[in-house]
């Protein structure tokens, strides 16, 4: 079978990564997506073990519309019932760029309409919609006039992990920190430490790459466990093998931050996550903070504007390459930021930059190798 794993611009090679050792092949990168083929086994690992998917697509049909009506037959004439009954609910989740159809809306009311007609011509009966948790929920993007179906494996988005019981202002996608994480190469062979630690969305993915705890553990369903053909004991064996390979990270993983209710709320996450055992949170300015020797890596998302701190956000900056200057020596910094400005403020040249994003705001990520001695100003 052929999937599609979406993901967010800059991860596109992770995710193809993780997939191969998920046993996927003949995988093709694209912008924001994965193509790859594999059996139900691959699919099923893909969704509760990729750390970097958001949704795992299987492609039914494409067709061509130039107008509504088209737009309704091509949805209807396709035969649901393989995949739904009408004891069944359904949602359409449209992706519209189109200057045919304008309002994704309207277009995801055709496809709903064509598919419960369907039902009710057939049967007299049409399943329900339920756009929060269906038993089947339908991807239905439209490029112009180019219309393509899938069926969407996951259900809830893949960055949904679990364990955020709460958040600052401005939370790190879940995907989006671990993706950055496994940019580094990092998988838990040194210690590690965010000292800017906010809601501990890094530290928690941090310790679940180290302990190789799978990312969707606490998920309790997902879409393809509502199909026709789910495969429960091969689900089952999936789960356990998993649960089977968790290990005790071998180095601490540390957090800090300033804020004393940011550090409850991490708290609260990272107990949900089951990590309090694997990770250690302190209360500490950046600025004064003394790490212990490396060598480590720290990950970090400083504020990115004004309003998010109080003075002036170059100045901050420079206050983060003083102390990594000062007091990180033998440690790989790693910064994401969506100020190019504020970055220059840093002092350091940064041995790579990756470009990410942050939700809408494009970001750079990059790298600082803090050396001994005068190494650390070059």
């Avoid at 760029?97 to 007609?117: G, P």
């Avoid at 009710?120 to 180019?146: C, K, M, Y």
């Avoid at 180290?210 to 026709?228: E, I």
Wanted: with cysteine; glycine share 6%.
């Amino acid at each position: 079978m052929e999937f599609l794993a979406k993901t967010f611009a800059g991860l596109e090679e992770t995710l193809a990564a993780e997939l191969q050792a998920l046993g996927a092949d003949q995988i093709a990168v694209q912008p924001r997506l994965v193509r790859f083929n594999g059996n139900k086994e691959v699919l099923y690992k893909a969704n509760y073990l990729s750390r970097t998917a958001l949704r795992i697509l299987v492609p039914l049909f494409d067709f061509e519309a130039k107008n509504e009506q088209q737009l309704y037959n091509g949805i209807r004439s396709f035969d649901w019932s393989d995949w739904i009954n009408p004891d069944k609910t359904f949602a359409i989740d449209p992706v519209v760029n189109s200057s045919v159809f304008r309002h994704s809306h309207y277009a995801a009311l055709k496809a709903k309409d064509a598919i419960a007609d369907q039902f009710r011509d057939r049967t007299g009966l049409r399943p329900s919609v339920d756009t929060d948790n269906p038993d089947l929920r339908i991807n239905l993007h439209i490029s112009e006039t180019a219309c393509s179906v899938s069926i969407d494996s996951s259900g809830d988005s893949l960055h949904r992990r679990g364990y955020r019981t709460g958040t600052r202002e401005a939370p790190i996608n879940e995907v989006l920190a671990a993706g950055m994480i496994l940019m580094t190469g990092w998988t838990g062979e040194t210690l590690f430490l965010d000292p800017m630690c906010g809601s501990g969305t890094i530290l928690i993915e941090a310790a679940m790459i180290a302990a190789n705890m799978p990312p969707l553990g606490l998920r309790r369903t997902f879409g393809f466990q509502h199909w026709p053909n789910f495969d429960a004991p091969l689900w089952s064996k999936i789960k356990k093998e998993a649960q089977a390979a968790i290990r005790k990270p071998a180095f601490p993983i540390l957090g800090y931050d300033k804020d004393p209710r940011a550090l409850g709320v991490a708290d609260k996450n990272i107990f949900a996550a089951g990590l309090e055992q694997s990770i250690s949170l302190e209360r500490k300015k950046f600025e004064t903070l003394e790490p212990p020797p490396g060598p480590g890596i720290a990950v970090f998302n400083p504020p990115y504007e004004e309003r998010m701190i109080t003075g002036d956000i170059n100045e901050l900056y420079k206050n983060i390459g003083d102390q990594l200057k000062q007091a990180f020596a033998g440690y790989d910094a790693w910064i994401i930021s969506a100020n190019m400005e504020a970055l220059k403020h840093i002092g350091l040249r940064p041995s790579k930059k990756i470009n990410l994003f942050n939700g809408p705001l494009a970001c750079k990520f990059q790298r600082y190798e803090l050396y001994d001695g005068t190494r650390n100003f070059k």
